[in-house]
């Protein structure tokens, strides 16, 4: 069996508490709007509600109407308020429902938060977190289950992240909004009510390094967000047939970790990318290129993609057979050993 | 099983109306009732509507009586439901389960060299 790294050295010293990956962006955001009297936290029924996933839980109770609010259902106006409150130097932590409702919202993120900056030669900043609950795999109606990665990935001057677990949720977070790009903040939906023990300690990596979860040497399975679970899994099952997988968490799609990969690759010789996206022109495209231009001459089989179809995402009863399984992931994995 | 009392209130049966006359209650104290079953008769000015259950569980208070004008946003009755031991999933989705022991059909070779 594999060992599993611990990931202590990416943090300072810190107390260790069991959290949801729910609660550990609610301790986040608690720590955010503390240390920080700009910041400030919106979107549909974050404030009195608390959020329907219970991330903004009591914040507003905590912090006061006036940093902590409900808005109007309306993504495009959260979004363009974010832009209005950044020039003003406010540090807004938009919060859009569901991925779906990120469409509506898209001018506003596309044409204004992602290029204010370079628009200004740099004097006007946009440091907004947007919060965007992501991803399928809880049964939920249409328009809650949508990847929009490659779509904020091939947008220049946004950052995307992606937590897999909750204390990577708690550092990646604050990490984001401390930062002074505009930062799409993906949250699995999948992996909230996930619990492990969390240190509540300071990140010490920098922005857009990926890290190795797990160590191995006959091939390299990378994802991010839930998909690290599901290759933690296959990782796991490989492991009974003599087969010793690593598995890359990205977490930070923009700017993405190549020498993370390409150092991965070169030891283990072959490569596997799982993300729930559609196939085509998803992100599993650009890792894919980016080892090949990287790592060649070392690739003892062609790079494998495992992804979710080229379909509308599927009503709630057929995630299942749509999101990567662990047999995809294993006959891709079988694929490259026997190429 | 561990229950827990979930208390309704008069919800906005209208645009705006601030109020509504109970008609009648479909269910009494002790009663089992299905989510979405009849549960009370109300009027508003504008219409009688029959309101449905929001819950699956025992009916422990009727906190009004007929005829009497309760405000949207008092209590209406109070439900014992059967509580939850995992997580709960929010307004929107389920809590994916997690298996103990995940299934697979697929065996690999490992490499020869």
Redesign the interface.
Known sequence: MTELIEHTADTTTGPVVEL?MQQALNRALHTLLAENSDTLVFGEDVGTLG????VTDGLQKTFGTDRVFDTPLAESAIMGMSVGLAMNGWRPVPELQ?DGFAYPALDQIVNQVARMNYRTRGAVPMPVTLRLPSFG?????EH?GESLEALFAHTPGLKVAVPSDPGEAYRLLLQSVRCEDPVVFMEP??RY?D?RPVELAEPTEPVGTGRVVRRGS?GTLIAWGAMVHRCL?VA???AE???ELEVLDLRWLTPLDTDVLAASVRRTKRAVVVHEAPLTAGLGAEVATRVTENCFGDL?APVQRVTGFDVPYPAGPLEPQYLPT??RV??A??RT??Y | MAEETITFTLPDLGEGLVEATLLDWEVDVGDHIARNAPLVEMETTKSAVVIPSPHDGRVVELHAVPDEVVRVGAPLVTFAVAAADG?R????????EEESR??????????TE
Request: zero cysteines; charged letters at 20%.
């Open positions: 949801s959020g329907v996933f219970r569901f795999g809880i049964q939920a109606p809650h939906k999948a009510w619990k006959h899994q796991e099952l490989a047939d003599g087969v003892a662990i047999d294993l006959l994995v079988q050993l026997e | 997580p999933a929010g307004i929107v989705g389920t809590v994916p995940p299934r697979r059909r697929v065996r690999l070779t490992p490499p």
